[in-house]
DNA sequence: CGCCCTCTTGAAATTGTTCAATAGAGGTGG
DNA sequence: CCACCTCTATTGAACAATTTCAAGAGGGCG
């Protein structure tokens, strides 16, 4: 069989996806048949407005690797991610990288205010997005305020989780942000109804090492020292099995 | 004459404020008449509006030092900042801090998703704010979807502001963190309509090391290093002399 | 006038980085 | 199907930036 998962890709993706598989019923953007709906900004919407965004939205199918646009890109659309993981991230002139998340399915992204995108993105595995002219979008936003207070209610969240990380960033050791960095995949992945114990890390130790605001080395070494610990245990395919659970949590948040 | 600026206070606040002068006119809550309202979400409303808007918020005084609310207390309010700076900032268990930002005139903050805040909030210099009962707001707003898009706005740049900090934190040297740190303030200070080259640092260096994820000692060497180069000078009353600029402004961007 | 607190400065210690080499895993082509 | 090649991850040792520990200076307030 050649349709193995790719090893780097882990558990859950290949390297590619086919473009787009047209639905059974064949509408051009099926979002009433959408099976991650519930996950997305899309949710509050109804029949007729289902019917309407679709009007609006294009699928995008990415490799992984694959960027979606680059900070200072023009920033004509806004996008919901409904299959994969991809990477978002700002850049120094020489090339030090700050990854400022990790987005997955159901989350969005593209939002700017200015004329471009503040932030580059890029596929991280295979993934697959919607994607909305922001023109357009912003069109249908002001006729649909519910939709509106659920972008707002997410960017409130998102605005959470960046003061979050702001803390590990300023103020915790390599160790501690490597078990929060654990947890947090794995809550998400809960979230998302997968699986949160073995944690599926998809991304390479470069992505994680960019995060955390560490090097390739450091992260690596700090799992070594974790799997000596007992409290984690390295297993194939990017998966990271959470041997401790309480005892990453204490780790984490430095009880 | 007992009335001098506190010294660290500086060249525009008292530690303390009268509490909430009451206006010429004698309405219980002047938004019509708010100084500053163009700097802040109230921006688009119109009379009615800012009668109606009135009703819900009261007049808010804090002392240099006061707390306004902490991580974890019920978020029963939403502020706007109308004098004075705040910091807000998160804590580990063991005291470690991270200041996540500073606020000032025209700010907004207390938006939270949970039931809890999920940071805490205190006076650096004083300051006045308006208070709004989140309960009575989310009302307003479900009425005035053009304040939602002003909030929805606000956020967008907030989390545009926070990935810029997360690079700072995660990839940037001391030095390029106190020059990035000096040009923020100067330009918010330009966008007030303030003086943005006398810096005005009302924050204790305790502070500025807890939003830059250093120490005190690593930014009062930082910012004696910039003097010697003659790239900032310290001037008395918390002011800094922005003396090369351009300099600074390639330091804080790596170019 | 003197105490207290913040800021500055100095020296030693440490965490994490940098440089360098080895190991592992997957993909490729013979 | 296996050997090879490449890329990523791991490990080791030296180094560096920042922190920690410690002391002194400056300034305001009581």
Redesign the interface.
């Known amino acids: 069989m050649r349709d193995h998962m790719t090893p780097s890709a882990g558990a859950k993706s290949a390297t590619t996806l086919k473009p787009a598989e047209p639905r059974p019923g064949g509408k051009p953007s099926g979002c009433a048949a959408c099976a991650v709906r519930n996950l997305t900004v899309c949710a509050p919407l109804d029949g007729g407005e289902l019917l309407a965004i679709g009007q609006l939205s294009t699928h995008l199918t990415l490799a992984c690797g694959d960027p979606l646009f680059a900070e200072g890109d023009p920033a004509a659309h806004v996008f919901n991610v409904t299959e994969g993981t991809l990477k ?1 991230f ?1 850049l ?3 090339g ?3 990854v ?1 998340g990790f987005l997955s399915t159901g989350d969005f992204l593209g ?3 200015g004329e471009t995108y ?2 580059s993105a890029e596929a991280v595995t295979a993934a697959r997005l919607c994607r909305f002219q922001r023109r357009k979008l912003d069109g249908f ?2 006729e649909h ?1 519910e939709m ?2 659920r ?3 997410r ?6 989780e ?6 590990l ?4 050791t390599a160790k501690e942000r490597i078990a929060s960095f654990l947890l947090l995949l794995s809550r998400r992945a809960e979230q998302r109804g997968g699986t949160g114990d073995p944690v599926f890390l998809p991304m390479s130790r470069t992505d994680i090492a ?1 995060y ?2 560490l090097t390739t080395e450091t992260v690596s070494r700090t799992f070594t020292r974790l799997k000596t610990e007992g409290v984690i245990q390295l297993l194939p395919n990017s998966l990271v099995r959470l041997a401790r659970r309480e005892a990453l949590a204490e780790i984490a ?3």
Do not use: I, W
């Open positions: 978002v700002k120094l002139p020489d030090r990288r700050q400022t939002l700017a205010n503040a932030y936003l002001a305020p509106e207070r972008l707002l209610h960017a409130s969240n998102e605005l959470a960046a003061q979050e990380q702001m803390l960033l300023g103020r915790k960019d955390l605001g948040e430095a009880l």
